[in-house]
C-alpha cells in the first residue's frame, strides 16, 4: 500500500511524525505537507502562483518527506503528482479537535476530499490539544487499530476520525450539525493597533451518537462522510412543490 501523509499544522507538527510513524506499519510511506501552518484554510487551493517543495528540514526516521509552499489540498495534488497516484491519503494528525460544524472549514479534512476527488481513499484524524502535547505514544494502539479497520473496508472513501485524549473505545457516529454564537474578541497588537479574534460558541449540546458527543465521552470517533451535498429530502419536496416545466 503507498500511502501519503499530509496535514494542515505543517510540516513541523509532531501529529503528523506520529501518523506517518504509525502508517509505516501498513506500507510505503511518504510525507508531503504545508511548510506552513494552514490552519482552518478549508478546500483553498492555490491557483495564482506556481507551487514549489523542498526536503524536508524535519528528520522522520527514513521516511521521504518534502514540505510546499501551498494549502493542504494543494500537497495531496502534488504529492499524488510526484508519487503516481498514491492508495490513499492520510490527514494529521491535527492538533485540535474537526468536530460537528469545524468540518466545513478544516485543511485537516480538506486533504482527505482532496484525495477522494483524485479517486483516492482520504482519512482526516484529528486530537484535542490543551496546554500540553497530546499523547500520541497512549493514543498508538487507538490509531493502529483505526486505520486498519478503515484500511480493510474498501467501501469507506472518505472518512473523519477524532480521537479523545484518552480513548477508551471507539464509535461510528455522525456528524454533530449544531447552531454556533458569532463571537469577535477584539484586542490591541504591540503598536497599539487594533485587531480581532473571530471565535464561536456552541449554542446546543452534543446529541447522543454524534461525533462530538462521542469524543466528549472519551470514544473515538469515525464518521463516515461523503462529497455529494445534495439535500435529497428538499430536492423532492422542491420538485413536487415547484415543478419545472
Not at 518527506?65 to 498514491?86: E, I, M, S
Not at 460558541?201 to 452534543?206: G, K, S
Request: proline share 8%.
Amino acid at each position: 500500500m503507498k500511502i501519503l501523509v499530509t496535514n494542515d499544522d505543517g510540516i513541523y507538527s509532531p501529529g503528523i511524525a506520529a501518523l506517518a510513524k504509525i502508517a509505516t506499519r501498513f506500507g510505503e510511506v511518504k510525507i508531503v505537507a504545508p511548510d506552513v501552518e494552514q490552519s482552518s484554510m478549508g478546500h483553498a487551493i492555490t491557483a495564482s502562483r506556481p507551487l514549489s517543495y523542498k526536503k524536508s528540514p524535519v528528520s522522520f526516521d527514513g521516511i521521504d518527506a518534502w514540505r510546499v509552499n501551498g494549502t493542504p489540498a494543494d500537497c495531496v495534488a502534488l504529492g499524488q503528482h510526484l508519487w503516481d497516484k498514491p492508495d490513499v491519503v492520510l490527514s494529521g494528525i491535527n492538533m485540535g479537535p474537526n468536530l460537528g460544524n469545524a468540518m466545513w472549514h478544516s485543511g485537516t479534512l480538506a486533504a482527505a476530499k482532496q484525495a477522494v476527488l483524485f479517486g483516492m481513499k482520504g482519512i482526516a484524524l484529528s486530537t484535542p490539544v490543551g496546554d500540553i502535547e497530546p499523547d500520541f505514544e497512549g493514543l498508538d494502539p487507538f490509531i493502529e487499530k483505526t486505520l486498519d479497520l478503515l484500511f480493510k473496508n474498501p467501501h469507506l472513501n472518505l472518512i473523519n476520525v477524532n480521537f479523545p485524549r484518552k480513548p477508551k473505545g471507539v464509535r461510528w457516529t455522525r456528524q454533530s450539525v449544531r447552531l454556533y454564537d458569532n463571537k469577535i474578541e477584539p484586542g490591541l497588537d504591540p503598536m497599539g493597533r487594533k485587531h480581532y479574534w473571530f471565535t464561536v460558541i456552541p449554542l446546543e449540546p452534543a446529541e447522543e451518537g454524534s461525533d462530538r458527543w462521542a469524543v466528549e465521552n472519551d470514544f473515538v470517533s469515525i464518521t463516515p462522510l461523503r462529497l455529494d451535498l445534495t439535500n435529497e429530502a428538499e430536492l423532492v419536496k422542491a420538485q413536487l412543490a415547484y415543478p419545472i416545466a
